[in-house]
């Protein structure tokens, strides 16, 4: 497959996994307002070695929440490597939807009594920069940079390429995986990997990732390690101190099996050929339910101390049972505040955005000719 033939059509296959995947990242943010003290306090602790199989099965949900991270990185990449234009509308666009959406929940939540400190206030106030979401600041630092990266990936021979994913695989999925405090690890670095890597299969080894059976050798390979690893984890943390304070250590965007599985999960949805608008639709607005459901103030003030009463009221139902009905009523309610918003609100804020641009671009021209000028 050369380069020039990446395939540019967006399938509803790809959206599909996407919305799957966007629940699960749903359910991950849930579980982790399993660890407060009211919960801990129930019996209900995913941070300690266990052998109960309920709570076994909530610390394999974590692995969830990243898999779903890593196919929102793989799927983005996969249609950013077919663009070396960066739309300023855009990012404009995106920055201001979080900057709305937070400062709407905010004022909400404060009028309703909600104890907002000022520290926090201020996180709401500048939520990209502050990573209150960090999936869209680094999502927009990859999108600003991928016509770089496309350019780099141009020039690159297939030998050099592939070097380039086997080091930083060797240094990030391996060496950093491990310890997860070497090489100046963080998120964005991991995206860029998924970044290069995802290049790497689309333009060379298309025959590998479109084969059915590859796809579900991989994915068991895959499900496979992840449980016997948890398994073995919680195995030796009930004898070991040095494994019972690392149960989710390695639940991490960067376990390599997590993008394994992340990546096998993709193909087979991409290489499902429908289109359905209503599933593309509902895909479109995957990033304004990730800012809504995991809204700053609301994970820090009100999830836990909601999802404990509701717990309680329900009679303390199989926790499990619980966190999938909680997360299914949060992933509703929040595509229909993102439905709303996007029908009322979001074309006002992009055609605010456009304005903003306008004067962006007259200040930045007018920047850009005094420094061409210098000698």
């Not at 909601?306 to 929040?334: D, E, H, P, R």
């Not at 009322?344 to 456009?354: R, T």
Request: charged share 10%; glycine share 4%.
């Amino acid at each position: 497959m050369s380069k020039s033939m990446l395939n540019k059509e967006r399938e509803s296959g790809i959206e599909l996994v996407k919305l799957f995947s966007m629940f699960g990242i749903v359910m991950f943010h849930c579980i982790m307002s399993l660890e407060c003290g009211p919960f801990i306090s129930q019996g209900i602790n995913t941070l300690n070695p266990t052998n109960n199989p309920t709570l076994f099965i909530l610390q394999l949900i974590f692995y969830i929440g990243h898999i779903g991270n890593n196919i929102f990185l793989i799927a983005s990449s996969w249609f950013l490597l077919n663009s070396n234009h960066i739309k300023s509308k855009k990012v404009i666009n995106i920055i201001l939807d979080v900057f709305i959406l937070s400062i709407i929940l905010l004022s909400i939540f404060v009028n309703i009594g909600v104890p907002v400190s000022i520290s926090h206030i201020i996180r709401s106030i500048f939520p990209t920069i502050f990573l209150n979401n960090w999936f869209i600041t680094a999502y927009l630092l990859l999108y600003l940079l991928h016509p770089l990266f496309n350019i780099i990936i141009e020039k690159l021979s297939q030998r050099q390429l592939l070097a380039y994913n086997i080091i930083f695989f060797v240094l990030y999925n391996i060496v950093v995986f491990i310890n997860q405090g070497l090489l100046f690890a963080s998120q964005f670095i991991f995206s860029i990997g998924i970044y290069f890597f995802t290049a790497y299969l689309k333009i060379y080894m298309s025959k590998s990732i479109n084969s059915k059976k590859n796809n579900n050798l991989f994915l068991f390979i895959g499900i496979a390690y992840l449980i016997v690893f948890q398994l073995l984890i919680n195995g030796l943390g009930m004898h070991f101190r040095f494994f019972a304070n690392r149960i989710h250590y390695w639940t991490t965007l960067n376990n390599p099996f997590v993008i394994i599985i992340a990546f096998t999960l993709f193909n087979k949805f991409r290489n499902l050929k429908t289109k359905n608008k209503a599933i593309n639709y509902f895909s479109s607005l995957s990033l304004l339910v990730y800012i809504i459901h995991e809204n700053f103030v609301f994970k820090v003030y009100i999830r836990h101390i909601l999802m404990y009463n509701l717990w309680i009221k329900t009679g303390k139902i199989n926790i499990v049972l619980f966190i999938v009905a909680f997360s299914s009523v949060l992933f509703i309610f929040s595509t229909f505040i993102a439905i709303v918003y996007n029908k009322v609100l979001q074309p006002i804020i992009h055609k605010f955005a456009e304005i903003c641009l306008n004067i962006i671009f007259k200040i930045y021209t007018k920047i850009e000719n005094k420094i061409l000028k210098i000698n």
